[in-house]
């Protein structure tokens, strides 16, 4: 199993709901990230966790929640969101997180449109 | 801060041609490079890696690296009307405090025409 997979592929919430992103890999890759993507721009790294333990947190805000329950999953909680905060998110895994030769592999994203 | 350029483009090449897409860093400790091709609405898509000075080809895909210039570039053969999309530089460079930092370049939107 060579991929990343994502759910859902479509959330519309409202900006008093409560809901997760989901990431999943079967790679055995150490370390797994959460990004950000508006349109036309590159994707913005949220988070990152390596070996289940948050590594990086871009001074994002708390209304994002990550969680890596083992080494396979990635979740991501939201929370009072804003509507600009409607973007595509990705998660990505990689081998290893500090290594300068890692290859980041993404899942196909969540389109999340808030309200 | 760490900075990846390119060319937003359009980039417009007729079909068959060779498209050719450019990309610089500002970071000398940079050690690898790495290709994503993104279509519109699509996640990035991972297409070549390089980490040595010279010539890496994959394909109709040939990436060139050359450190000394902090310059690394794609070259695309034979461009086909399913390589039009939005194609991702990104860096990996040490940091002191991570070990490494991935960063994107803003991107370079390629159009074939057939």
């Known amino acids: 199993d060579t991929e990343v997979t994502q759910t859902p592929k479509h959330l519309v919430m409202g900006m008093t709901n409560k809901k997760s992103l989901k990431c999943e890999q079967h790679m055995g890759h150490r370390a797994m990230y959460w990004y950000k993507q508006k349109a036309k721009k590159p994707p913005e790294l949220m988070f990152v966790?390596?070996?289940?333990?948050?590594?990086i947190n871009e001074s994002v805000p708390s209304r994002f929640s990550p969680e890596c329950p083992n080494s396979s999953l990635l979740n991501l909680h939201l929370h009072a969101l804003q509507p600009e905060d409607s973007a595509l998110y990705l998660c990505?895994?990689?081998?290893?997180?500090?290594?300068?030769?890692?290859?980041?592999?993404f899942g196909p994203g969540t389109r999340l449109t808030v309200l | 801060q760490k900075e990846v350029e390119q060319n937003s483009g359009p980039l417009s090449v007729p079909e068959g041609a060779i498209a050719s897409l450019n990309c610089t860093y500002s970071?000398?400790?940079?050690?690898?490079f790495f290709w994503y091709r993104q279509y519109s609405g699509k996640s990035p898509e991972l297409i070549m890696s390089i980490y040595s000075n010279g010539d890496k080809e994959d394909g109709r895909f040939t990436a060139q690296l050359n450190k000394a210039s902090q310059y690394v570039s794609l070259l695309i053969r034979d461009s086909q009307p399913s390589d039009s999309a939005t194609y991702l530089c990104?860096?990996?460079?040490?940091?002191?405090?991570?070990?490494?930092?991935?960063?994107f370049g803003p991107g370079t939107r390629l159009s074939v025409l057939p």
């Open positions: 966790y390596s070996y289940e333990k948050l590594s």
């Open positions: 990505a895994s990689s081998p290893r997180f500090r290594d300068l030769y890692n290859e980041q592999f």
């Open positions: 990104a860096v990996n460079y040490p940091t002191d405090n991570y070990g490494q930092n991935f960063v």
């Open positions: 970071d000398r400790g940079s050690q690898s």
